[in-house]
């Protein structure tokens, strides 16, 4: 039973995986999900190294150095001097992109909402527990 429990959780996360980015390629189509997410990371943490970002979202450097130039060529995010070491660049959410990040969570809040609006507010805090228990197991 407990075999086909983690199955059952295999199979839904996955799915649960691509509803996300199929979500937010449509709240948000010129913000893909991976650029989405490392700027919401910098903006939650108040900016960090590009190397802090390939080490948090357990992707290689050259994946994280397109999208960071992605997001800066949008005026997204900028690179600002560390004033605790002058050599190291911080990536920082620029005023621009706190509101495209802003816009997008409030579309992003209203569809999950929409979705979960029929769950009681036992299911609800508990799927949140649920989620944070096992993205902390990490």
Sequence with gaps: MRDDDVETIGWQLTAFARRARALAERLH???????????????????????????????????ISRQIGDLERLGLVERQVDPANQRVKVLRPTEA?????????????????????????????????????????D
């Design 97 to 137: 992109g706190l509101r495209k990040l802003a816009e997008v969570g409030e579309r992003q809040r209203t569809a999950f909402r929409s979705r979960l609006d029929s769950w009681s507010d036992a299911d609800l805090a508990a799927f949140a527990r649920y989620l944070e228990r096992y993205n902390a197991a």
């Design 29 to 63: 189509p010129e913000l893909p999900l991976a650029s989405y997410s490392l700027l919401a990371h910098l903006a939650e943490t108040g900016g960090c190294r590009a190397t802090d970002l390939a080490a948090y979202f357990l992707l290689d450097k050259s994946t």
